[in-house]
T-cell receptor, first 118, second 110 residues
Framework: DTGVSQDPRHKITKRGQNVTFRCDPISEHNRLYWYRQTLGQGPEFLTYFQNEAQLEKSRLLSDRFSAERPKGSFSTLEIQRTEQGDSAMYLC????????????????FGAGSRLTVL | AQRVTQPEKLLSVFKGAPVELKCNYSYSGSPELFWYVQYSRQRLQLLLRHISRESIKGFTADLNKGETSFHLKKPFAQEEDSAMYYCALSGAGGYQKVTFGTGTKLQVIP
């Protein structure tokens, strides 16, 4: 296992185009998070999954953003009709949540997918 | 709502000097607090968490519920400590999202 993998590492697109990012978590981790990070800011929560269930989605996300984790393994984050304000680093993280375990909220991060919208 | 505040964007200290990175939080329930670190060109990674009560790379952090703080401390800074440090908060129990602060850049001057 090579840790959390994200693809692509860098995406340049024109305004109005759709983009999709993929995240492969650590195989035994059942929880998966998406964050967005812009320059000078900390990771901003977008959404997270417990297995295939999406438990919470940030109110900051517009309807242009959607995330899926259909089989409880990898996840995709799609941004439709991209805007220049969507330019950011999109981070994926995973953790292992077992009832009663103390490591549920310890996140392992991927390297991120950098989006540039022209 | 849960919120994490890191008041300093940049903290510069000389090598060998003590370090204190401030973190204050707002959370109505029982919190779980973390410090994450990002070294240059590396991934964000966990440094320590309050329930472990351990020292990692010489860093310690004590949860002060009265002052709602979780400051990160190290008695003698090393050059390799230069990095971005993020304080993070989650509700206890395992079914809560993790919220991050805006981060503090620690610069250790040789």
């Amino acid at each position: 296992d090579t840790g959390v993998s994200q693809d692509p590492r860098h995406k340049i697109t024109k305004r109005g185009q759709n983009v999709t990012f993929r995240c492969d978590p650590i195989s035994e981790h059942n929880r998966l998070y998406w964050y967005r990070q812009t320059l000078g800011q900390g990771p901003e929560f977008l959404t997270y999954f417990q297995n295939e269930a999406q438990l919470e989605k940030s109110r900051l996300l517009s309807d242009r953003f959607s995330a899926e984790r259909p089989k409880g393994s990898f996840s995709t984050l799609e941004i439709q009709r991209t805007e220049q304000g969507d330019s950011a680093m999109y981070l994926c993280a995973s953790s292992s949540q077992r009832q009663g375990a103390s490591g549920a909220n310890v996140l392992t991060f991927g390297a991120g997918s950098r989006l540039t919208v022209l | 709502a849960q919120r994490v505040t890191q008041p300093e964007k940049l903290l510069s200290v000389f090598k060998g000097a003590p370090v204190e990175l401030k973190c204050n939080y707002s959370y109505s329930g029982s919190p779980e607090l973390f410090w994450y670190v990002q070294y240059s060109r590396q991934r964000l990674q966990l440094l320590l968490r309050h329930i472990s009560r351990e020292s990692i790379k010489g860093f310690t952090a004590d949860l002060n519920k009265g002052e709602t703080s979780f400051h990160l401390k190290k008695p003698f800074a090393q050059e390799e400590d230069s990095a971005m440090y993020y304080c993070a908060l989650s509700g206890a129990g395992g079914y809560q999202k993790v919220t991050f602060g805006t981060g503090t850049k620690l610069q250790v001057i040789p």
